[in-house]
Every structure is written in C-alpha cells, then in structure tokens.
C-alpha cells in the first residue's frame, strides 16, 4: 500500500547522490568514483554547518547515529539491529511496516546494508558530528513523552490542546511550518490533556458552565446542562483571570507590607540584642559599684574592730602587767613572811617582826567584770540587722526587676482566647500554700482542694495565715498568661492577689483592698475591688474559669459549661507577680480543677 507521507530525508539525500554515481562511473564499488567524492563533499559541507543537521542520519528508532545503516522500500533508513528487532514483534501479528510512515509491505523486506549511507555516516564521525540527543533530553519516569517518538522517546517540547497531544521539538515543527497547525493552542508539556476530553460526549471541552461550575463540550448544553448559563472557556477564563490578578496584586501587596515588617522586626532584634547588652554591661556595673561599697563597709567594720581590739587590749595588758607586778611582789613579802615563820628564836621572831611593812592596797579589785565572747556582740548584733535587711531590700527588688524584664513586650499581645480549647492552652498548674489557710479552712487532694469545717484546726502561727477571713492563696505566683478553674461547692469566691495583702483586719478580705480582685459566686454574685462592689449576672455553673494576662493587665472571670460565658472583665495594670485566692463561705469547699 502506497504510503500518503512524503520520502524521508535519508531518500531524498540518497536519490541523487545515487543519481550522480550512475552517471559518472560504470560500478558503484570503485572507492574512487564521482558519488564517493560527492558523499565526501557532502560530509565536509555539514563539518562546516552548511547543509546537515545532527538529526539527519539518526535512527529514528534508537535515535542514535545509524549502525550498519539499511533502508527498507519505502526509502526509510534505520540501523539493521533496530529494525530487524521491530520486524521480529510484527511477525507475531503477521504484519511488516514501516515505523515511521506506517506503510504496509506484503511480505517481511529483506535487509541489506546500505553501503554508501554507512561510509557516509562515517564520515560524519570523523567530523565530529553528534546525532543522539543528549541524555537529559530523553524522557524520564516524571517527564512528559512526545507521543510520535518511536523507540527512546524524548522529552515533550510543547503539548497542543486542539491535538491533545504532546510533542518533541522534532516532531512540533509542523506545528510551526504548517498554516493550519500554527493556529493551534500550544501550552508546555502536560500529563493532562485527556483531562480536556468530555467524558460522554469524546469532545474538547471549549466552553464552562457556570451553574455546575465545570468545563463542557459544545454538546453537553443540548442534553445535560441544557438551559444552563454556558460561556465558553476562554470567556470564563478571561473573567477568572482578572480575579487571579486581582488576587495576585493582593497578596504582593501583603508581600510586601510582611516584608517591610520581617525588617521592622529585625531591626528590632538588633535593638533588642543592644538594649539588653547595654542593661547587663550597666547592671554588673551598678552591681560591683554595690559590691565595692559593701566591701569598703566591710572594710571600715574590720578596721574599726581591729583598732578597738587594740585599745581594750593595751589597757586589758596594762592591767595585766600591774597585777603581774603585785603578784611578784606578795610573793616576795609571802616569801619573808614564811622564813619569820620558820625562826625558831623567839627573840628573833619578836625582833624583826616590826620591821614588817604593812600591805599594800590592791589598784585592781579581784574581782574584775569581764564579759566573755561578748565583747564585739554588739557590732556583730548591728552587721546582722543589717544583712536582714539588705536580703529584704533584694528580694523585693529582685521581684520588681524579674517583673519588669518579663514585662519587656515589643510585639502586642495575643488576643484573648474564645474557646474552652483555646483557654486550656494557657492552663497552669496552681497548689494551695497550707501556711496561709484559715484555721477553718482544711486542704487536701494534694493541697488542690479546700473545704470549711466549723472546728477550727490547730495550725502553727504563721505570718502568712488568713486570721479573719476563711482564705487561702496559692503557693505560685502568676505571671504571664495563666487560666485555671475552681470546681465550687457552695458560696465561693475566686480572687487574684498581691502577695503583701494583709493577713489580719477588715483590709485582708479578698477584694477588699487595692491589693485582690475578687469575685463572689452565689445567689447575687459581685465582683469586688478596692471595697467597691460591682453586681453581675450571668448564667450560673459549678466551675468557675479565671484567665489572667499579666502583661496586658487582662483578668476575666467565666462561667464554664458547654460554652464559656464571661461574667466579669478587668483591664488594669499590674506591679507585682499575682496569687490565686479562694475564698470559702460555711459548709462550703473549693477544688483546683487539673485540666487537661
């Protein structure tokens, strides 16, 4: 069957150089003839770019240069491995064509080398000329394939959304020669294109319909999209297209506004990172300085010690030596006195006895007041008041400056939570401090709960024990985002407080002051600060939720059930880290609830 594709270039380059052989010698096995010279010329005209392309003497099976090059009867050369392999498949369907043009051959052609073509190729060799494509244009497993590419198939240059196919840059160039291919839609290579093909109808989908929002083809608004609001599909995309710009504008634009703040923020670091390096290198000065002064006192101390030790000494001594001095000599008269004693003349004895000396009277009184280890108590008495009072001065100062650094903030504060999940995520873990509990009051589950009793406990005096009110305060402080929750038995309030609230006295009730903020859930609950009541309503609940925002000066009350419902707000500015209070009413308890 003749073939309707025109002669491939290997024919056409053969047919003349074979014509030209036949018309200048009489056999074409002669190495010397006109056609050879002719191959030769045409190999040094393609060394020089003139004429050849690396695709002319390829293979278009192995698209490799030919090997042992044969050409069967419709003109199409291949190497002779590569087509007699393609012939061996078709015996299985007793068929033999040709793998470019497809033209049917009654019977299997015979295959014999095409001398002059193989010298040809060789010469092209020693030109340096590469017909294989590189490497990286073969298609891999991920890559596109041409669909017209035989054997090897090379990677797809273009797809064609008329075509629904995807081609090579070989195999696209009709879409660029041909007049009626140009006006085809060329896209890049897509995995897709069966996507554009309707699935009842076998049609290119080329309009939308915008009330089932899919793409059609032009039959589908005949049957099942028939009286819909159809366009075609470049309408639609022209439309959804300016919403895409529309968009893309929008988020270049808040590009660009992030990025401005990505270097607001950096710069902020590096002030940040300055600020705190010239607040360390100025406190361990200050630090030092403080130092230096304690040591100088130190030193002043130990020097005026070292010179009253020298005083009481040198008089203590000079003490010492008189009575050493007396000493000597009672022993000297005591010595006299003895050997008088010892004579045995009585005569003598009465003759020397009035030449004794009476005795002298002691300028020391035997008896001598000293008070033993004691003498430098008192400025040991003064060093230690002092040291008191220096550790109270740092461990409030020590609150106020932790307080104040945590409370550095350059960017705003979170917003505050809706949801119960969203409140847990700052949930805190809060124990009650026994010392501070009212003697009516009783902890237990692991000081996580609180009940009134009427008998009052034999609980040791402790500075920070409730005296007049049944309260009891938490043993962490609260600074940061902390929520909890109260499980109520009973009339309870809930309160935050500072930690040097009184402890005894009408001011020491939660709320009570300017130092708590308290709120009592009962029949009329109320919230109290500063002795001023603030009445509230709201739905009532067993378990009573507290957010605390320390840094913003956020502190809300909720009602906790399915839902959160929030009973009181407070927007204040905090000084001092924060304690969780409950007060508890008679017959009435209190549990910190463990959330999860």
Same mark, same amino acid.
């Given at each position: 069957?003749?073939?309707?594709?025109?002669?491939?270039?290997?024919?056409?380059?053969?047919?003349?150089?074979?014509?030209?052989?036949?018309?200048?010698?009489?056999?074409?096995?002669?190495?010397?003839?006109?056609?050879?010279?002719?191959?030769?010329?045409?190999?040094?005209?393609?060394?020089?770019?003139?004429?050849?392309?690396?695709?002319?003497?390829?293979?278009?099976?192995?698209?490799?240069?030919?090997?042992?090059?044969?050409?069967?009867?419709?003109?199409?050369?291949?190497?002779?491995?590569?087509?007699?392999?393609?012939?061996?498949?078709?015996?299985?369907?007793?068929?033999?064509?040709?793998?470019?043009?497809?033209?049917?051959?009654?019977?299997?052609?015979?295959?014999?080398?095409?001398?002059?073509?193989?010298?040809?190729?060789?010469?092209?060799?020693?030109?340096?000329?590469?017909?294989?494509?590189?490497?990286?244009?073969?298609?891999?497993?991920?890559?596109?394939?041409?669909?017209?590419?035989?054997?090897?198939?090379?990677?797809?240059?273009?797809?064609?959304?008329?075509?629904?196919?995807?081609?090579?840059?070989?195999?696209?160039?009709?879409?660029?020669?041909?007049?009626?291919?140009?006006?085809?839609?060329?896209?890049?290579?897509?995995?897709?294109?069966?996507?554009?093909?309707?699935?009842?109808?076998?049609?290119?989908?080329?309009?939308?319909?915008?009330?089932?929002?899919?793409?059609?083809?032009?039959?589908?608004?005949?049957?099942?999209?028939?009286?819909?609001?159809?366009?075609?599909?470049?309408?639609?995309?022209?439309?959804?297209?300016?919403?895409?710009?529309? /968009?893309?504008?929008?988020?270049?634009?808040?590009?660009?506004?992030? &990025?401005? *703040? %990505?270097? !607001?923020? @950096?710069? +902020?670091? $590096?002030?940040?990172?300055?600020?705190?390096?010239?607040?360390?290198?100025?406190?361990?000065?200050?630090?030092?300085?403080?130092?230096?002064?304690?040591?100088?006192?130190?030193?002043?101390?130990?020097?005026?010690?070292?010179?009253?030790?020298?005083?009481?000494?040198?008089?203590?001594?000079?003490?010492?030596?008189?009575?050493?001095?007396?000493?000597?000599?009672?022993?000297?008269?005591?010595?006299?006195?003895?050997?008088?004693?010892?004579?045995?003349?009585?005569?003598?004895?009465?003759?020397?006895?009035?030449?004794?000396?009476?005795?002298?009277?002691?300028?020391?009184?035997?008896?001598?007041?000293?008070?033993?280890?004691?003498?430098?108590?008192?400025?040991?008495?003064?060093?230690?008041?002092?040291?008191?009072?220096?550790?109270?001065?740092? /461990?409030?100062?020590?609150?106020?400056?932790?307080?104040?650094?945590? &409370?550095? *903030? %350059?960017? !705003?504060? @979170?917003? +505050?939570? $809706?949801?119960?999940?969203?409140?847990?995520?700052?949930?805190?873990?809060?124990?009650?401090?026994?010392?501070?509990?009212?003697?009516?009051?009783?902890?237990?589950?692991?000081?996580?709960?609180?009940?009134?009793?009427?008998?009052?406990?034999?609980?040791?005096?402790?500075?920070?024990?409730?005296?007049?009110?049944?309260?009891?305060?938490?043993?962490?402080?609260?600074?940061?985002?902390?929520?909890?929750?109260?499980?109520?038995?009973?009339?309870?309030?809930?309160?935050?407080?500072?930690?040097?609230?009184?402890?005894?006295?009408?001011?020491?009730?939660?709320?009570?002051?300017?130092?708590?903020?308290?709120?009592?859930?009962?029949?009329?609950?109320?919230?109290?600060?500063?002795?001023?009541?603030?009445?509230?309503?709201?739905?009532?609940?067993?378990?009573?939720?507290?957010?605390?925002?320390?840094?913003?000066?956020?502190?809300?009350?909720?009602?906790?059930?399915?839902?959160?419902?929030?009973?009181?707000?407070?927007?204040?500015?905090?000084?001092?880290?924060?304690?969780?209070?409950?007060?508890?009413?008679?017959?009435?308890?209190?549990?910190?609830?463990?959330?999860?």
């Amino acid at each position: 069957m003749a073939s309707s594709h025109s002669p491939s270039r290997n024919k056409s380059l053969i047919t003349p150089l074979a014509s030209s052989s036949k018309a200048h010698c009489t056999t074409v096995k002669s190495s010397k003839n006109t056609s050879f010279h002719s191959l030769t010329l045409r190999a040094e005209m393609a060394q020089k770019g003139t004429e050849l392309d690396r695709e002319t003497f390829s293979c278009s099976i192995c698209l490799d240069l030919l090997k042992d090059p044969v050409t069967i009867p419709c003109g199409h050369s291949y190497c002779m491995n590569c087509i007699k392999t393609h012939f061996d498949e078709e015996e299985k369907k007793k068929t033999h064509s040709c793998p470019e043009c497809r033209q049917l051959f009654p019977s299997r052609p015979v295959l014999v080398k095409n001398t002059m073509l193989a010298v040809l190729v060789e010469q092209l060799k020693k030109t340096g000329l590469q017909a294989a494509p590189a490497d990286h244009c073969y298609a891999g497993p991920e890559d596109v394939t041409c669909d017209f590419c035989t054997g090897r198939k090379l990677k797809a240059f273009k797809s064609c959304l008329v075509c629904l196919a995807s081609y090579c840059e070989k195999h696209l160039q009709p879409h660029y020669d041909a007049a009626p291919l140009k006006k085809h839609k060329l896209v890049d290579p897509s995995k897709k294109l069966q996507e554009n093909i309707c699935s009842r109808h076998g049609e290119v989908m080329k309009m939308f319909c915008r009330t089932d929002q899919q793409s059609i083809c032009y039959l589908c608004p005949v049957d099942e999209h028939k009286g819909h609001d159809t366009v075609s599909a470049a309408a639609e995309r022209t439309e959804r297209q300016r919403e895409v710009e529309g /968009r893309r504008h929008n988020i270049q634009q808040m590009i660009q506004d992030k &990025e401005k *703040d %990505v270097k !607001l923020l @950096q710069q +902020e670091l $590096k002030a940040i990172a300055h600020s705190a390096d010239k607040t360390v290198k100025d406190s361990r000065e200050m630090f030092t300085e403080m130092i230096h002064l304690l040591q100088e006192r130190s030193s002043d101390v130990e020097q005026q010690v070292r010179s009253q030790q020298e005083t009481e000494e040198s008089r203590v001594k000079e003490v010492q030596e008189k009575l050493e001095q007396e000493i000597t000599e009672l022993k000297r008269e005591d010595a006299e006195l003895k050997q008088l004693s010892d004579t045995e003349d009585h005569n003598q004895f009465l003759h020397n006895y009035p030449s004794l000396s009476p005795l002298s009277q002691s300028t020391h009184s035997s008896s001598i007041n000293i008070c033993t280890l004691r003498n430098f108590e008192d400025v040991k008495a003064a060093v230690t008041e002092l040291r008191k009072k220096l550790e109270d001065i740092l /461990r409030e100062t020590r609150t106020n400056i932790l307080l104040t650094v945590t &409370e550095v *903030d %350059v960017l !705003l504060s @979170q917003p +505050e939570p $809706k949801t119960r999940d969203e409140f847990l995520k700052y949930s805190c873990e809060i124990t009650l401090d026994p010392n501070s509990a009212h003697r009516n009051l009783v902890p237990s589950e692991r000081n996580r709960k609180a009940t009134f009793i009427l008998q009052q406990q034999s609980y040791p005096d402790h500075p920070d024990r409730f005296t007049d009110f049944h309260q009891v305060l938490s043993k962490e402080s609260l600074t940061g985002c902390c929520y909890w929750e109260v499980d109520r038995k009973g009339i309870v309030g809930v309160a935050v407080t500072y930690k040097n609230i009184s402890r005894s006295g009408k001011e020491s009730g939660f709320g009570r002051n300017d130092k708590s903020w308290s709120l009592e859930y009962f029949l009329t609950s109320a919230f109290w600060y500063n002795n001023i009541k603030t009445a509230i309503s709201g739905p009532r609940s067993s378990i009573l939720g507290v957010y605390l925002d320390h840094r913003a000066g956020i502190l809300s009350f909720y009602s906790v059930s399915e839902t959160m419902t929030l009973l009181h707000r407070v927007q204040t500015t905090f000084t001092q880290p924060l304690y969780a209070g409950i007060w508890i009413s008679l017959l009435s308890s209190a549990e910190l609830i463990k959330v999860k």
